[in-house]
């Protein structure tokens, strides 16, 4: 699937801020430019009430699959998926999400697991870890 990337920051109690709709991800502007040695983020919508979202199926991404991002300057990015994680949102690494790397990764997250009806909302986040394919020269 191919989306718009928006810039996402933070809301003002310090939580990160997500894309305000299902049909586009958001970078998360505080981390390096996906391809920069160190830990990107983006951030996308699984569903909503309207139906299925960006990111819908982002659970079935296994390792050795590529997800591609196209930059600003119009040069293409890839990435290969070397791990999916579930987390509850009570104990989401954030350290291990954002946090930095020795090489340039990309971090795909959404909300999975069980969706609770009684708040509308999803209990657990769905985390693709990738890491930059390099080309050779």
């Known amino acids: ?3 718009s990337v928006l ?31 160190g830990s990107s983020v983006i951030l996308g ?3 909503s009430y309207r139906g299925v979202g960006v990111f819908f199926y982002l659970d079935t991404l296994r390792p050795g699959d590529q997800v591609l991002v196209r930059l600003a300057d119009r040069q293409i990015v890839r990435f290969s998926v070397i791990g999916l994680r579930e987390y509850t949102k009570a104990q989401f690494p954030e350290k291990i999400v954002y946090g930095s790397r020795s090489y340039s990764a990309l971090q795909l997250v959404t909300c999975g697991g069980v969706f609770d009806h009684q708040t509308g909302h999803y209990l657990s986040n ?3 870890y990738t890491k930059r394919i390099v080309p050779r020269r």
């Open 1 to 3: 699937m191919s989306t």
């Open 7 to 37: 810039v996402l920051g933070l809301n003002p109690d310090g939580s990160v801020q997500v894309p305000p709709n299902t049909i586009q991800v958001g970078w998360y502007k505080y981390g390096p430019t996906p391809g920069q040695r």
């Open 45 to 47: 919508h699984v569903d």
């Open 126 to 128: 769905i985390v693709v």
